[in-house]
């Protein structure tokens, strides 16, 4: 059964630090992954998206990783700000079809003053 | 561009009662989807649309209805309303020019039956 698990639920952390978000997925056959930032209230927007032979992709603050051998992703967030309060997404395309995105149940980041 | 949009942004139905949910993008992109999101729940995929007068079921399509007689708009139709289908459902559209190009999603309605 295609999967994405992300972990932790929940995350609180002060302003100014770092902190990684992961996501393991069972999805075959894998086409690309993609991190979505979700704000309260909104669509979710992307991130960053990785295709099977990347293995980091940057977008500011935000760089992800990729590694398709144990199906894991990583989310790391540099010098938080209280805007990237927010849950974050790992979603992964199954295959070349056009509507198979496997969407995991999201991290729920909090970052206080 | 204005991206997605949809309306409303919040509704309240009774069971039974039917509605429509709108959805346009003024981006020209091809596909088009509806997602529903569940409190602790990753989106799930209700319908989604490849092009104009091209529409297929995604996980979830039981209770709803789509058509997509252009390429900007992509309602999705409620025709009984159940408990069961209050979440909040997002839009989304994509091009199709490849595979990993960004799906953009519209801001959402919060739908609650009643």
């Known amino acids: 059964k295609n999967q994405v698990e992300q972990s932790p639920q929940s995350l609180i952390i002060l302003e100014g630090k770092n902190c990684t978000l992961q996501?393991?997925?069972?999805?075959?056959?894998?086409?690309?992954l993609r991190w979505y930032k979700q704000d309260t209230g909104r669509g979710p927007v992307s991130l960053t998206i990785m295709t099977f032979s990347e293995n980091t992709k940057s977008n500011g603050r935000y760089t992800a990783t990729l590694d398709a051998d144990t199906k894991q992703s990583s989310l790391h967030i540099t010098a938080s700000q209280l805007s990237d309060s927010a849950s974050y997404i790992c979603?992964?395309?199954?295959?070349?079809?056009?509507?198979?995105?496997?969407f995991g149940t999201g991290t729920r980041l909090k970052v206080l003053a | 561009n204005a991206g997605v949009t949809q309306t409303p942004k919040f509704r309240i139905l009774k069971i039974g009662q039917s509605m429509t949910l709108q959805c346009a993008q003024d981006m020209n992109h091809n596909y088009m989807y509806w997602y529903r999101q569940d409190p602790g729940m990753g989106l799930k995929l209700i319908y989604y649309s490849v092009g104009a007068g091209i529409t297929d079921k995604g996980e979830v399509p039981n209770g709803y209805n789509v058509s997509r007689s252009t390429t900007e708009d992509f309602p999705l139709r409620l025709e009984l309303a159940a408990p069961s289908q209050t979440s909040v459902y997002f839009c989304?559209?994509?091009?199709?020019?490849?595979?990993?190009?960004?799906?953009?999603f519209g801001p959402g309605t919060r739908l609650t039956v009643l």
């Open positions: 996501c393991n997925y069972t999805v075959s056959p894998f086409s690309n």
């Open positions: 989304a559209s994509r091009a199709i020019a490849g595979e990993t190009d960004t799906q953009y």
């Open positions: 979603v992964v395309s199954a295959g070349a079809g056009t509507y198979k995105y496997i």
